[in-house]
């Protein structure tokens, strides 16, 4: 339970603000989606040098995880989202009878898909170090859809000093 | 699972740091609190043109949650959390016989509502892009209480380049 | 269900961007450690006056959990994991008859602990201010282990502002 530490880096230059927007499509109702590289190419691509970027899902019915993008793993991923949240519950955001709120003419049954989505996160941060994301060996960002196929939007939020130039 | 983008918004001027804490009142046990406007009225008030504001919970029987906020699709939530971790389990925590760390003198029985917490997040970081709250059609920043009626404070903290000068 | 706030507190020098790395060893297979003081510890050898800092596990077995640190509660948080995700279910991952990706020669059965770490945050982030991490009076950063005993890895991505020179 030690603890011992790597020397400090800092950066002095200010760091500045970049938004990005990600569209990407979902084809199947649970899919597991790494998008790291997309991540990475971004931060890339806003020369960003040093800080962080947040990564955000604007869609209720899915999320942001980050861990390892392993087929059988992601089969496992799915078998626990079905059995914490399984899609035949009596979802009372599914009764149509009852319900008055946020209605929509294409509404489909999805409570179990926001509840699952409820145990995932909306958001994760994750440092950017050299221009590259700050990542374990195998770890990944991974979007995490639970009511597709729909077109989706990834947010992502840079902050940091940028690329020195040479 | 095509990739599209759209394009990069700059801001040059240096991000500056503000922090906030937003006092709100529980009355429920459980109870969905939608902060959004809070936040954006903060993230206004504030000045921040463009970066991230983060959201925090300060107490551990509550959390921070992103989904849409139709009052049926509370009801599911709440419905998922008591099953997952049920108000009548056996918990140790609740064993006031053989605690004896950070007991209090008025401590209730909230073992249950510790774990539902520990589910969900305490922070979730929201960008912000000219002055308003970069979320999803309906997407709400929802402040979790699992062991209120409580008097409870939540933290923001912005980060980015101000509003431009007119 | 009222809000009040506080006054706002502005930095006006432009943050700047630390990176550290700290390296714990977990040694239960299962393990919550208090990383409350370390993160302190750097924050304030970082010199960071007002800011964030965002904490990242590097590891796909583990989490960030922000709770309470009490060890009968700590009980309760390593039965509900067990619960949730069992170690003894049927793991795709952990069948090594059909997996042919991400295999290594020291591979051992951990799907359950990849489920387990999917309930918890790979990041939180938490404010600081004036120096100090703006946590809860009960609010404790745990480093949450699920396949343990091992090496692992934390980073810290600290943006702010310094602390004033005397």
């Not at 209605?103 to 909306?122: F, I, K």
Request: charged share 20%; aromatic share 6%; with cysteine.
């Amino acid at each position: 339970m030690a603890a011992a530490s790597d020397a400090y880096v800092v950066d002095a230059a200010p760091p500045a603000v970049q938004h990005k927007t990600l569209t990407v499509h979902t084809v199947h109702t649970t899919q597991f989606m790494d998008v790291t590289r997309l991540i990475e190419a971004a931060v890339q691509q806003a020369g960003l040098h040093s800080g962080v970027v947040t990564v955000q899902t604007r869609h209720t019915t899915t999320g942001i995880l980050i861990n390892e993008y392993e087929p059988l793993l992601l089969a496992d991923f799915k078998a626990l989202f079905e059995r914490l949240a399984p899609a035949r519950f009596d979802s009372a955001h599914d009764d149509f009878l009852r319900r008055t709120v946020n209605l929509t003419a294409d509404e489909r049954p999805n409570g179990h898909a926001h509840c699952r989505a409820a145990l995932l996160r909306s958001s994760e941060t994750v440092g950017v170090r050299q221009g590259l994301l700050d990542l374990g060996q195998w770890q990944r960002v991974i979007f995490v859809e639970f009511d597709g196929a729909q077109r989706c939007q990834l947010t992502l939020t840079m902050m940091g000093t940028p690329m020195p130039k040479r």
